[in-house]
């Protein structure tokens, strides 16, 4: 497991663009982590070292956002997924293996993430803008 402190929302991005570096194209991104904590500023700098030129936005209201770059990218979220029927007809098992998969509020969808998934756990740190990253599956 690998620990790093983010002082700001830009640095946010930046890491979301440094783990970018480290996929080929499959992987499941899991991210845990409360309202506010920087979940969707991690994938907009993920996005943008991949290539993605449209804005990223949070997927509250869609359940998925589809971003097309160097892979197909799939941001995911799970906020009220409560029951297997609700993950089914999110089509989440239809993404799989076919793109990035990011994934807010994974905490809802755990007993369905695959082994391999890279799970990020985000918290708040010393002050408002500080927040810390715990990133296992993935060597950054």
């Known amino acids: 497991m690998c620990t790093v402190i ?12 440094q783990i970018a570096t ?15 904590m920087g979940k969707t ?11 993605v030129e449209d804005g990223v936005s949070s997927p509250t209201f869609a359940l998925v956002n589809e971003y097309h770059g ?3 990218i799939y941001h995911f979220d799970m906020y009220r997924v409560t029951t297997w029927d609700d993950l089914y007809s999110t089509g989440f098992f ?7 998969l990011i994934i807010e509020w994974s905490e809802n969808i755990e007993g369905a ?17 500080e927040r810390i990253f715990c990133i ?5």
Request: charged share 25%; aromatic share 6%; proline share 3%.
């Open 113 to 129: 993430l695959p082994d391999n998934a890279v799970r990020i756990s985000i918290s708040k740190g010393d002050n408002d803008n």
């Open 70 to 72: 160097k892979y197909n």
């Open 41 to 51: 500023a991690f994938t907009r700098g993920l996005c943008r070292s991949l290539g």
């Open 6 to 17: 983010s002082k700001s929302p830009e640095d946010t991005e930046r890491l979301g663009g």
């Open 22 to 36: 480290k996929l080929c194209g499959n992987e499941v991104i899991a991210l845990f982590g409360g309202l506010g």
């Open 136 to 140: 296992e599956g993935l060597s950054i």
């Open 94 to 100: 239809d993404y799989i293996d076919n793109g990035i």
